[in-house]
């Protein structure tokens, strides 16, 4: 069972326009959300998380909101640019006895063309 | 500002071979967390060490094993490799604290092949 459902699978966005991703979870326990993007190649870079105690959190050009009782959660990236064309992850975790490991959802494959 | 290390960062092993992946987390990170991520695939989650304990186990299997040492580096042990293994893994790290367990820092990735 996917714990964390992310969609859309891919994305085409015009430079300079809005890219909006999705993901949903299940398991309530969660209490903390990351977006990760990741370029061909390369390791996952965290590019910004949230607590489920605030409903929007902004980062220059990358918004994420929650909605806790809908436990779903969305990445916006205003005014894309090309090169924000990668996959991007989210993730949830929750506190747990040392180890606060990453559920990721299937990944979003965006690409933002000229 | 300093990474999360790895190496090698390609290796190529037969059937049947053993492999040693390693993990060098960010100066004064006291969590490494292995991930694998098959092509196309998200990265799942295989273990956890914390301050040199195993913290967490996820979808590890038996035929591999790792530590943590006394400097915080970690090493990834797989054994009787299989084609399925072909694979990235990566190792993250993060410090314990209020705030900062939840934030991994990912490496660059170790790319296996299995022939």
């Known amino acids: 069972q996917q714990q964390v459902k992310q969609s859309p699978q891919s994305l085409i966005v015009q430079k300079g326009g809005i890219s909006i991703i999705n993901c949903a979870y299940e398991?309530?326990?969660?209490?903390?959300f990351p977006w990760y993007q990741q370029f061909p190649g390369k390791g996952p870079a965290l590019l910004i998380a949230i607590r489920p105690d605030v409903s929007e959190k902004k980062e220059g050009r990358f918004t994420i909101s929650f909605n806790k009782s809908a436990k779903q959660f969305s990445l916006h990236i205003m005014d894309s640019q090309p090169g924000d064309s990668a996959t991007y992850f989210c993730a949830a975790s929750k506190s747990g006895a040392g180890s606060y490991q990453l559920t990721f959802g299937k990944g979003t494959k965006l690409s933002v063309i000229p | 500002a300093a990474g999360v290390i790895q190496s090698p960062r390609h290796l190529i092993k037969e059937k049947r071979e053993t492999a040693t992946l390693k993990c060098y987390p960010i100066?004064?990170?006291?969590?490494v967390y292995w991930y694998q991520q098959g092509p196309g695939q998200d990265p799942q989650f295989l273990i956890s060490f914390y301050e040199k304990m195993q913290s967490d186990k996820g979808s590890i299997p038996d035929r591999f094993s790792a530590q943590q040492f006394s400097d915080y580096h970690s090493e990834l042990n797989m054994s009787s490799l299989e084609l399925g293994d072909s694979a990235l893994y990566f190792c993250?790290?993060?410090?314990?604290?209020?705030?900062?367990?939840?934030?991994?820092?990912f490496g660059p990735g170790t790319r296996l092949t299995v022939t």
């Open positions: 398991n309530t326990a969660f209490d903390y």
């Open positions: 100066p004064r990170h006291d969590t």
């Open positions: 993250a790290s993060s410090l314990a604290g209020r705030k900062s367990s939840y934030e991994q820092y």
